[in-house]
């Protein structure tokens, strides 16, 4: 295995920079084209078990890819009535519009394994076939590292070098919800190397896919046994991309630190094997407009271990990753020092695209309220949380009226889900959202969606700061 750290402030920093230390890479559209879904080197191995608990999504024969423009959705946009197969178009607005802050409603890929809008597209890595990450806003190509030399392939949960979630077994998939707002999905998954009576572990991973690019993983498992307790392993949740897509990582939180990607010699750590505990990571592409965010944080009642975050790049017997990790426990092997069984949860946001110009702000600001999450204040209603699971505000209402959210002093939101409770005695519909008084434009600035475990959701795509007010109007 090469994972070999150098210290933070040897990476790439100011006046170090100014001998070439970025790389020129070419823009995606000329040079950075791959096959997407299954390759050589990336296809994910065994099928998958689909159920849903709702109907949506394409038929089961019609795989798609790239922007939303080619894919049917469950969003009540266009629809194709002839049901000869074909791809349908969404009715959502240019992708212009859409990279510039116009909401893109969300919908099913074909087989229920992933989502796709005008914005972004993610594809689970089930049926024998590898992830994509797409961001429409940058170059639509796959940013996924998929190479199987690594157990760090994808997404999701892993016994670094070992084994990961999708390698092993065949996980059943459930669709929980289907759009536009908000699609929430559960892999149940269960590990067991050795192929003895007891898995080296299990869980459940619940992917929340919102419609203004963030995806927020409820990873929660249970770790039975080392798998092979002589060398060092690390069980994390992560995310693996592929380092030609990308020139730089921005880290901002408790450090500041940009560094360049360029794919040589040493592999780095960026904080040097010690993770950071509040931290928000962005992977850019100055010419392809790429960008992709990841934080993520522990689950507070669980107290099995938690280091930390952190983000390498580095190679194990094949090519060259970069990811962005979240780091449960190490174990090095040596005199018993295993990974410790028991239950393990953290949750974990991944922010694609949206912003011209690769820019990472609104990736970092999304991260800095999911680690710290505002405290709103309401008028006509009830504030309750946040909830972790999924990346929203929960309120609550009981009767028709106007229902006010303020944003609190200091606190900045590129955009805002809502997870609203409804307790009045008849089901009350939305008739409008305001922001500041201005009223907005359904679809496009704000999403309803109907038949959340507590109500509804309104997703809000207006970027909000301190003082900020959003109102929700009801009607019975």
Do not use: K
């Not at 709702?54 to 038929?59: V, Y």
């Not at 419609?211 to 994390?236: C, F, H, K, P």
């Not at 970069?322 to 426990?329: A, M, T």
Request: hydrophobic content about 35%; charged content about 20%.
């Amino acid at each position: 295995m090469r994972r070999r750290w150098i210290q933070p402030w040897s990476l790439c920093l100011g006046s170090v920079c100014a001998g070439g230390c970025f790389p020129e890479l070419p823009a995606c559209e000329d040079d950075c084209s791959q096959m997407l879904g299954s390759t050589s080197d990336g296809s994910a191995g065994g099928g998958t078990t689909a159920t849903t608990d709702t109907d949506s999504g394409p038929d089961a024969g019609d795989d798609t890819s790239g922007s939303a423009t080619n894919a049917t959705t469950s969003a009540g946009s266009g629809s194709d009535d002839d049901d000869d197969g074909s791809d349908t178009d969404t009715d959502t607005g240019s992708v212009l519009e859409v990279c510039n802050g116009a909401l893109a409603p969300l919908g099913m890929l074909a087989g229920n394994e992933g989502v796709v809008s005008d914005q972004y597209e993610v594809r689970l890595p089930v049926g024998g076939m590898a992830g994509r990450m797409l961001d429409h806003c940058g170059s639509s190509v796959n940013a996924l590292f998929t190479a199987m030399s690594h157990s760090e392939n994808n997404f999701g949960v892993t016994e670094f070098p070992l084994w990961n979630i999708w390698s092993e077994q065949d996980p059943a998939v459930t669709v929980l919800e289907s759009g536009p707002a908000v699609v929430r999905m559960r892999v149940d998954w269960a590990v067991n190397v050795d192929v003895d009576p007891e898995d080296e572990a299990y869980g459940t991973s619940t992917y929340t896919f919102i419609a203004d690019g963030r995806i927020v993983r409820d990873e929660d498992l249970v770790y039975s046994e080392a798998t092979n307790d002589t060398m060092q392993n690390w069980l994390t949740a992560y995310l693996a991309l592929e380092p030609n897509r990308f020139t730089q990582v921005e880290v901002r939180g408790d450090a500041d630190i940009t560094s360049a990607v360029d794919q040589q010699e040493p592999a780095f750590d960026i904080f040097n094997g010690q993770p950071s505990q509040d931290v928000t990571f962005c992977a850019r592409h100055e010419a392809s407009d790429d960008v992709v965010g990841f934080t993520g944080r522990r689950d507070s009642d669980v107290t099995t271990e938690w280091n930390g975050l952190r983000a390498t790049e580095a190679e194990f017997f094949g090519p060259r990753s970069l990811s962005f990790i979240g780091d449960f426990e190490t174990g090095n092997g040596v005199g018993g020092d295993n990974i410790t069984p028991g239950t393990y949860r953290g949750y974990f946001l991944t922010t694609l695209g949206g912003n011209p110009g690769a820019d990472c702000a609104r990736v970092h600001e999304h991260g800095a309220e999911f680690l710290s999450p505002s405290w709103l204040v309401t008028e006509g209603g009830t504030y309750d949380s946040f909830h972790d699971f999924s990346g929203a505000h929960l309120l609550s209402v009981s009767e028709a009226g106007d229902l006010t959210v303020q944003i609190p002093v200091g606190s900045a939101m590129p955009s805002v889900l809502f997870d609203v409770a409804d307790y009045s005695r008849s089901e009350l519909q939305v008739a409008g959202v305001a922001f500041n008084g201005t009223p907005l434009e359904e679809d496009t600035q704000f999403i309803t969606q109907f038949g959340s475990d507590r109500g509804h959701w309104i997703l809000v795509g207006q970027r909000l700061v301190g003082g900020d007010e959003i109102t929700i109007t009801y009607v019975e």
